[in-house]
């Protein structure tokens, strides 16, 4: 990435960034993951603070290329909440070309929803799919059990092929089965966590993580 | 609350919240903490699948009180970063009043900051106390430990007083050193995490969990 494209830090918030790299790789030694799986896990332990992540974190195989792969191709992604968008580096988007859709912020979802007494997130990802978004996108889903489960059937059904899901939905309430039937699916690569934890930051740092990988290999 | 204030959550996502609630209530069992302060503990551990935060979270004597008498008087909220101002309910925020500033998204202030050469979040508050925000405020830090640090320059120099500090940056380097030099000052409420975890949906979680009582107490 050119120093233009990450105009949102400066020098002294990129030092920031190198020394607490530099100390995660000191505090853990982790022999199950890729270099690129642990540059993934390091950034995910870098936003949260949380050194279980090495652990919780699951890859598929060749997830994570098949996530550089797509942002190299300037793929569509589709987030289940505002927050992972608002997390974002434009820079980072900008430089890959890459655009953001929240299908949950369309009023037609909202309304969906309540006529049928369902999630917003639920009507959401199929309204996606209508729209033509999700083949060959990246998926990432930090809240939403209910979005990951209908993205799950659409693939399963042959509906729509995306190019990598990251499932890190947050909670106590479907989520962790959520995540379950997303790492047993064959049909698409995947990035999720283990149990209850997840959420919007740990989504934001999977694609960071996907988007400066991509940003050595594309000079 | 009315309603139309939680017009974001359908019934069913409403349902799913209540659940969960019940399922950490039944998971945890805490006597160190009050009754407001078990409800934002509660939330946070909603939003991050994590129960350690039952154990992490440090609240200055009457700073959920604190912050509800901001919320009801609609106090500007200041943010360090733009998720957690993405996160937040505008429904929520509309029924208080409630106006959401993230001074970092200032051109001038990261023109500043690399004239300076430091980082946009410290000169970020100083910019924000210039423009008289703070004083009565709601200050919510998810990310940057020098943005907190600050804040707590400003308040020890007596340049400024909010009405609640919500300081919960994340991270290995400064991040600790920071909440631990707010969890020392008594000339503000606070509501804090020790060692090193926290991040912008730990401060949008501990907002919505003051704004959920303040809604009780005003019909």
């Not at 309204?127 to 399963?156: E, F, M, R, W, Y």
């Not at 997303?182 to 149990?195: A, D, K, N, Y």
């Amino acid at each position: 990435l050119s120093h233009q494209d990450l105009s949102q830090l400066t020098a002294a918030g990129e030092e920031i960034e190198r020394a607490s790299f530099e100390f995660i790789d000191r505090m853990v030694q982790v022999s199950h993951l890729s270099q690129e799986e642990w540059e993934v896990a390091r950034r995910v332990i870098h936003t949260t603070g949380d050194f279980e992540f090495k652990d919780l974190l699951r890859f598929a195989t060749h997830a994570t290329s098949a996530g550089v792969a797509a942002i190299e191709a300037g793929a569509h992604i589709i987030t289940d909440v505002t927050m992972i968008k608002a997390g974002l580096s434009p820079g980072r988007l900008n430089h890959f070309n890459l655009k953001v859709h929240t299908p949950l912020s369309d009023p037609a979802v909202l309304a969906a929803a309540r006529e049928l007494g369902t999630t917003r997130s639920r009507i959401a990802m199929h309204h996606a799919a209508q729209q033509g978004l999700l083949d060959g996108s990246i998926i990432a889903i930090g809240n939403a059990p209910t979005a990951l489960l209908s993205v799950c059937d659409l693939i399963k059904s042959g509906a729509v092929r995306p190019a990598l899901v990251i499932g890190v939905p947050v909670g106590f309430i479907a989520a962790a089965e959520s995540k379950e039937r997303l790492c047993q699916m064959t049909e698409v690569p995947f990035i999720s966590v283990s149990g209850y934890k997840g959420g919007s930051t740990i989504a934001v740092a999977i694609l960071h993580a996907l988007m400066k990988i991509a940003g050595r290999r594309t000079p």
